[in-house]
């Protein structure tokens, strides 16, 4: 029977890929993706002896469509996404397009790993997750993520406009940490600068953020501004934008958001504060 | 010099390692972690010949404190996450204290790896990132995060909770899919079914929903529910809750929130519905 494994590459070089993800690799005879990621790949020297299909950046119907087929087939296919295929990737293509074609639960099961069944044919669909931009670009910069988060993608080519602005909107009302995927493109070159307009309204200008490009690939660039420079910042495909809380802060070169430590105990001796007890809710209501 | 490498476990098996987090430890002379964790490392066979620091769960701070004075006297410290260090993990425990101790930035450099001192001493910092809960999870539901996604702690030990219930709220209005991590504990009863019912508010009573405990390692459960069933749903401090959002739906046993082919392409022909263009944006408004 084939198999279908949607094999998340991490940040897109060797020490960031998991051993399933390797092994998952290694079982495959036909590796299917983007060309950048697949070139990556070949890089790493992960695809000796295996049939590779490349694809342009907008046909992911297109790859999922080839990568069902094969793996009806009875080929053992993995179809990659950078980062994880759950996040903007290639696993809700491939869900959706099995839904459209009519493929059917073959296992009785619940979740994935699963196998399904399209007429006399089968496939078992492995997600294989990777470590997503958001998470590899953070460990560049410190700890911005330590509090509540929001991935909002800035890609208006599958998502109406308004709903995204809606989502900035509210975003900035629960004053969460936000990370944007899809930030600019040569074609969307006032989408981030938009974003950072609505996020003034909720937070103060000097809020710390950044722009991490290519993490852990050749030309990495890590920049750190504030939400106000975000307005005349230069992003691109390849960059992830993360902007911070109002309890953010720069902390020699690092971007840190607090946990909230600090909330509840004397940090220098370790001593809980006044009226407050480790292991129990937080009595401060405010913070 | 000493290193302190915060590394992400990922889920918490062998194959769900990077291999960078494998190498961190392997550099590693003594280990630190929450109990769980340890044992967790012990079991895969990494920790032989190494120094080992166990410590109970509520005790980060203290971890941090250990990790920090170990690099300072020179040695390769790896302290370890579940998941993501830099997601409810051990980064901002650790920034927040050097913060504390008035350690300085000793390489003028940004962001991270970073060289920094506390008087006379210096330690290497560097954040390994891993595969964070909420990927992990997703993994194996299907594909519930494939649009813009919040990820909100509901544990109020160190958060008010007024703060949590707000950021419910905006969750709702931005009809994000929400991942709630630290879902509930023997001690915090109620917290799901509070935000079960904020959610309804917004979106309808069938919205999927699923709860998945300990993915990846031993006694794994997947559970699929609606949001209308989180209201009396047991969770606990090994489960991670997603909630679809309004486009969410079940396929055949897996948890699929469409990207948003469908509003673009005819799915069957891969053709672009009537006015749409591949590569530009959406001109449908509604979604």
């Known amino acids: 029977m084939g198999e279908l494994y949607l094999v998340g590459m991490g940040p897109g070089d060797l020490p960031g890929l998991t051993l399933r993800a390797r092994e998952a690799l290694e079982k495959a005879g ?48 993995a179809l990659v996404s950078g980062g994880d295929p759950g996040i903007y990737g290639m696993a809700a293509p491939v869900l959706e397009l099995m839904e459209e074609q009519g493929f059917r639960r073959a296992d009785g099961g619940m979740g994935l790993p699963g196998r399904f069944a399209l007429g006399e044919k089968n496939l078992v669909l ?34 109406p406009w308004p709903l995204i602005e809606r989502r900035l909107h509210a975003a900035g009302m629960g004053d969460f940490v936000v990370v944007l995927y899809n930030p600019q493109s040569k074609r969307r070159d006032w989408q981030l600068r938009r974003s950072a307009e609505i996020l003034l309204a909720f937070r103060p200008k000097e809020t710390p953020a950044a722009l991490v490009k290519s993490a852990y690939r050749k030309r990495q660039e890590v920049t750190l501004t504030t939400l106000e420079g975000l307005l005349s910042a230069e992003a691109g495909m390849l960059t992830t934008v993360v902007i911070g809380n109002q309890q953010s802060r720069f902390f020699e070169g690092t971007f840190l958001t607090p946990r909230g430590y600090g909330l509840k105990y004397h940090l220098e001796t370790g001593e809980p504060l006044p009226g407050e007890t480790p292991g129990l809710s937080l009595r401060r209501r405010d913070a």
Chains 1, 2 share one sequence.
């Open 30 to 77: 036909v590796v299917i993706g983007y060309s950048t990621y697949i070139k990556l790949l070949e890089e790493m020297g992960l695809l000796g002896g295996k049939e590779v299909v490349r694809k342009g950046m907008t046909e992911e119907l297109d790859r999922a469509e080839e990568a069902l087929e094969r793996a009806l087939a009875g080929q053992r296919v």
């Open 126 to 159: 492995e997600v294989i997750p990777g470590v997503t931009a958001a998470n590899a670009v953070a460990s560049l910069l410190g700890s911005p993520l330590s509090h509540d988060t929001c991935l909002i993608s800035l890609s208006d080519l599958l998502t």
